[in-house]
């Protein structure tokens, strides 16, 4: 066997924890119950910090890089139309009024309509890159339309695929930096999008095709160029992933099948419907509108913002990028520290404040160098939106139950991107009063129910710490009644994540 794996033919007993009294002790207490919920491994098979650590690193260099590439091209598809509408797609496709608004609408009907985890990731990258590239040939106002609801429909499944694709490989406190690299990745879609447009601007004409076409048709090539690759790249399980050996994959696969039994012990409809009546869903679904709204608002008019402070078109397409490198690098750093630390709320806090003074700043009558700086901490906020699903993640015991309350997370989210869409209209031109006061009304939505989140999850912990303190007292095991066996999250050993 692989000196990775350390056997041993002797039993130790089972070291039992002095939970003590002391808020400290009770914290050490419940974070080792968690760790010995999540990091289950064969009996008698141990593998030490260090070479754990390679482990995820290996497997980390093998499943990050595809999946947020994926990730990018998403985003800079989508995203795409927001650079076109400077290079002249409003003029050519006469979208005048509030069509602008309504072609970005149509995009989030379908996705929320379709918005379940896709276990076929490269064949759906395939079908939207397809539909992103013939948007480059729309002629009409309702083509365009119809283009976008098809896109929506297609890219749907990406997302919530990519956030159940790592929950098969990775624990719970290793989770929101993976996925807050994906959601980086996201970032510099945006930032990318507008140096691709800045780039494409020597095309207008060629082929009788202007800057916008060439945009939608050059973005779509590529994210076919790398459907491709990803379906000889991506690995579909741990224990078939051929780039481990055998112990890792037991190792792997032994974690994720204790986890996957624990699951079972109720079946998926009771979990999906525990999902829908648990109150934690829907306020991190508060939580991630007050995210998602200020973030798509920024993703779809960013240049049309930055264009109306009077700077050129070309100008206007560097200008979009700086913006969007530093959330890029917002979303590594706030995950990362989140994670050492095991703590979302705080982080997540902090990046809607800084957001919430952005906002404020551009509704002002300040300069508009001063609303460019204001542009930079409007795009903290959407730093934060990873840790939104994760935080829930970490919360939701079963699996069923996890998969569907990220779903109902994420497809309000994908509402606030419908909302968004329609806020920042052409007659509020170049305030966008309207637009940009919904969004510090949607952030101090979020800001208000994030420290009340925060304090019901830290009640119900201490309520489980003296429960547990008490029966270890009377030398008692949890026995519930007959019926009503708590599953997933309402087990008494189960700590929520502040």
Known sequence: MSSILHTSSDNPPQRELDCGTTSQKRHMCASATEEQLELPVAPGLVLTAEQEVKLWRKMDLQLIPIISVMQFFSLLDRGAIGNAKIEGMTTQLDLIGNRYNLVLTMFFITYCLFEVPSKWLPTIMVVWGTITMLMGFVKTYPQLLGARLCLGAAEAGLSPGIAYYLTLWYPRYKFQYRISICAAAGSLAGAFSGLIAYALGVMNGIGGLETWSWIFILDGLATLVVSLIAYFVMVDYPSTAGFLTAEERSFVTERQEHRAARDEEQGAVPQIIAAFTDWQVWALSVVQFSVAAPAFGLAYFLPTIINDFGYSTSVTQLLTIP???????????????????????????????????????????????????????????????????????????????????????????????????????????????????????????????????????????????????????????EVPKEGAKPIGDRVLSFRYTL
Not at 431 to 460: D, H, K, N, W
């Open 323 to 477: 913006p969007q490198l530093l959330s890029a690098a917002a979303h590594v750093a706030i995950a990362h520290f989140s994670d050492r630390a095991r703590l979302r709320s705080p982080f997540i806090f902090a990046g809607q404040l800084i957001s919430l003074v952005g906002f404020i700043i551009n509704i002002s009558d300040a300069s508009s160098s001063v609303k460019y700086f204001g542009l930079f901490l409007c795009s903290m906020g959407s730093a934060t939106w990873s840790g939104v699903t994760t935080w829930l993640a970490n919360n939701l015991g079963g699996k069923y139950k996890r998969a569907t309350g990220i779903a109902i997370v994420i497809m309000v989210a994908n509402i606030g991107g419908a909302i968004a869409s329609n806020i920042f209209r052409s007659q509020d031109a170049p305030r966008y009063l309207l637009g940009l006061g919904l969004e510090i009304a949607f952030i101090c939505m979020g800001l208000t129910v994030i420290p009340i989140t925060a304090f019901t999850y830290q009640s119900i912990n201490s309520a489980r710490d003296r429960e547990e303190l008490l029966q270890q007292q009377k030398g008692e095991k």
